[in-house]
């Protein structure tokens, strides 16, 4: 299934935005200075409009893409069209790492959820420095597994647990997120709408809207609005998992 594209991306010349962008992204923090700056010259800047898409399957890329401003959907397609979000990219997350040791073509779908800046590093520079540095292929290495136990984590969920123990999981672990940013503790702001909430735990709509208005009923969480949730009782919401 294909992405709609909506009016064509704005790149323009690395500056700020570029050092701004690489100094967000923490397996870049090894590099020194003159890598740094090595890394902002073969890189430019990209702005995206909400829903446009920034690749889309089949696409041949040897770049790195990091989120500088905005958020980022990562999405695969059945052949129906039916869609599986895996996983949400924020500031500083990145996607494409895997150009980065083969010549891999994309599978995946990305699209921007809200105006979005993304800074596109040459592949070759990343793998020039990695020849020269190997703990930075070491940290690319750990990233890549961490997704792969996200991966493997989202499969078991799928699986063994039933609807109100992945949207009870998934609305805490949001929460955990959230509050690493400095928000209040027990309000919550989804990052994606409730249809992509819905897909991204495997269910409906409708059975999300249902779950979370008895849970509400239960007095563990309040909606106050289309994307903010306050969560009343955190332990009863872990208690499902347990």
Request: aromatic residues 4%; charged residues 25%; hydrophobic residues 40%.
């Amino acid at each position: 299934m294909e992405c709609n594209h909506h009016r064509p991306s704005k790149p323009y010349v690395p500056g700020q935005a570029s050092a701004l962008c690489i100094n967000n992204v923490p397996i870049l923090d090894i590099l020194s200075p003159e890598e740094k700056i090595e890394v902002m010259n073969a890189s430019i800047s990209k702005q995206y409009t909400k829903g446009e898409a920034i690749f889309s399957p089949g696409h041949s890329s040897a770049n790195l893409w990091i989120v500088h401003r905005g958020s980022v959907k990562i999405s695969r397609f059945s052949p129906a069209g039916k869609e599986q979000i895996v996983r949400i990219l924020s500031p500083g997350d990145f996607t494409g790492e895997l150009s980065l040791f083969s010549h891999a073509i994309l599978t995946n779908t990305a699209e921007a959820l809200e105006p979005t800046e993304i800074c596109l590093i040459q592949g070759k520079v990343i793998s020039d420095l990695m020849l020269r540095n190997p703990q930075i292929a070491i940290k690319f290495l750990e990233k890549y597994t961490e997704r792969i136990e996200m991966a493997e984590d989202k499969l078991e969920q799928l699986t063994l647990y039933d609807v109100e123990q992945r949207i009870a999981k998934v609305l805490m672990e949001m929460l955990h997120d959230q509050q690493n940013d400095h928000l209040q503790d027990n309000v919550l702001i989804l990052p994606v709408s409730k249809k992509d909430l819905a897909v991204m735990i495997g269910t409906t709509q409708e059975s999300l809207s249902r779950k979370l208005a008895l849970f509400q009923e239960r007095g563990w969480i309040k909606l106050t609005g289309q994307r903010q949730i306050i969560i009343v009782d955190q332990t009863s919401l872990k208690q499902l998992n347990e």
